[in-house]
């Protein structure tokens, strides 16, 4: 009688273990399926924003560009008697000068074109020196490895970088902004250090909407890679960023 007790409440006890055990598989299980679902939305959602600024950077290239250069060649070309009507012109020709500058300036901010045709450092170089030669924030770039990224991943990672920059140059009131690049056992290592008034990392996440923080998060994570960030009020800010490019 004791013995069929025993196995009794073994068994039930094996069997309330088994359902313990499937109830959290099924929660893990659960919970991974929607992680998945989460970055794969995140990253359509990323995928059509990038799609959709090289469409707009595109036909500000390639359709409005040559269409304002042939207006201000006609308004060049046109004959007129009067001073004052030339002098008109040639401001409207000056207006279409600022004009054309600025949508090439967007066309290049919405997608650079270096990115596409010479990749991920150069086009930071070149994000850098623009950057350099119109702020008084004096950022200093070291490459210590040159790098090989796959192209579906160049993009992302420019895009985090410039939203690092943004923020210094917006929040930070930095003086001094070093980035570093360099390559370890397949990963992208980036680390970015600056001397500004820093903040409360937990807070700008909560009041202002995470100053892009969420935006940086969101593409690290799609990417498999590994975001670090040090703050905290008058320390300045430290970003770390490790990605998988092998």
């Known amino acids: 009688m004791e013995?069929?007790?025993?196995?009794?409440?073994?068994?039930?006890?094996?069997?309330?273990?088994?359902?313990?055990?499937?109830?959290?598989?099924?929660?893990?299980?659960?919970?991974?399926?929607?992680?998945?679902?989460?970055?794969?939305?995140?990253?359509?959602?990323?995928?059509?924003?990038?799609?959709?600024?090289?469409r707009i950077a595109n036909d500000l290239h390639d359709s409005l560009g040559p269409l304002l250069s042939a207006v201000k060649l006609n308004i060049s070309s046109v004959d007129v008697g009067m001073p004052a009507d030339r002098v008109i012109l040639d401001k409207t020709a000056g207006y279409l000068d600022e004009i054309i500058s600025s949508m090439r300036r967007i066309s290049h901010d919405l997608l650079p074109s270096t990115l596409e045709?010479?990749?991920?450092?150069?086009?930071?170089?070149?994000?850098?020196?623009?950057?350099?030669?119109?702020?008084?924030?004096?950022?200093?770039?070291?490459?210590?490895k040159e790098i090989r990224v796959p192209k579906d991943k160049e993009i992302h990672i420019f895009r985090m970088l410039q939203e690092i920059v943004h923020n210094t140059l917006k929040h930070a009131q930095a003086k001094n902004l070093q980035i570093g690049f360099s390559e370890e056992n397949g990963h992208l290592l980036c680390l970015t250090k600056d001397d500004g008034k820093g903040f409360d990392r937990e807070k700008a996440l909560i009041v202002s909407q995470g100053l892009g923080l969420r935006s940086l998060e969101s593409r690290c994570e799609i990417l498999n890679g590994i975001l670090t960030l040090e703050s905290s009020p008058d320390s300045g800010t430290n970003y770390f960023i490790k990605i998988p490019v092998a």
């Open 3 to 54: 013995n069929k007790i025993l196995y009794i409440t073994i068994l039930v006890s094996l069997i309330i273990a088994i359902i313990i055990v499937y109830f959290f598989v099924s929660i893990i299980r659960y919970h991974r399926r929607y992680m998945k679902l989460q970055r794969e939305k995140i990253f359509a959602e990323i995928t059509i924003r990038e799609n959709e600024r090289k």
């Open 117 to 144: 045709r010479k990749g991920l450092l150069e086009a930071v170089r070149e994000f850098i020196h623009q950057v350099n030669n119109k702020q008084s924030v004096n950022i200093q770039l070291y490459i210590v």
